[in-house]
Structures are given as C-alpha cells and as structure tokens.
C-alpha cells in the first residue's frame, strides 16, 4: 500500500524546536516534489515549504527563515526542521506529494506551539 505518514509533533514552548518527518511507504520520493502543509482550526490548509525534484526549495513568508525542508539519502524520507516556534505555528501538518499525475496526503501531526 502506497503511503505517507508524518511524525514528529508534538507541545513545544514558544522558541523551541521539532523536526518533523515524512516517510514514505511502498515507494520512493526522488521522482516527486514534495510539499508540507499546515492547517489550524477554523482556517484553509496553507503552503509552509515545498522542495522540487531538482531540489529546489520554497517556503511561505511567516516560515522564512525559520524551517527548513530537506530529503534523506535513502529516498524515502523527507524532514521539516522548525526552529524559533510560534504560538501561530500551532496546527495540524501534513505532507504530501506529487508527481507524474499521481498525489499523496499523509494523515498529519499536531504541533502545538504553547507555554
């Protein structure tokens, strides 16, 4: 069965830091961009950061600078490195990836951003 699952979450104080993860089951992540999405109670899901086949990387105005996207070597497994937590980063996030028509969703983490 093809899926993604998110781990990683979980209560931080203001100013702390989680890495998330994205893992990959019953295929690999080099052929797709993968993108991870946060979505907090009452608002849409939102784009946080996004890395390309190609390795390229984006991210959304209010992470810049403070979360960083990366894949691991063994192509199955993509991170998000969250540093410098915000009350306002609590939300559900989820991954997911895209490529050549097909699209994966993870079923989320929590983060919650709290003291």
């Known amino acids: 069965q093809l899926q993604l699952v998110e781990s990683g979450g979980g209560l931080v104080q203001p100013g702390g830091s989680l890495r998330l993860s994205c893992a990959a089951s019953g295929f690999t992540l080099d052929y797709y961009a993968i993108g991870w999405f946060r979505q907090a109670p009452g608002k849409q899901r939102e784009l946080v950061a996004v890395t390309t086949r190609g390795g390229v990387t984006n991210y959304a105005d209010s992470v810049e600078g403070r979360f960083t996207i990366s894949r691991d070597n063994t192509k199955t497994t993509v991170y998000l490195q969250m540093n410098s937590l915000k009350p306002e980063d609590t939300s559900v996030y989820y991954c997911?990836?895209?490529?050549?028509?097909?699209?994966?969703w993870g079923k989320g983490t929590l983060v919650t951003v709290s003291s």
């Open positions: 997911n990836a895209v490529a050549y028509g097909m699209n994966y």
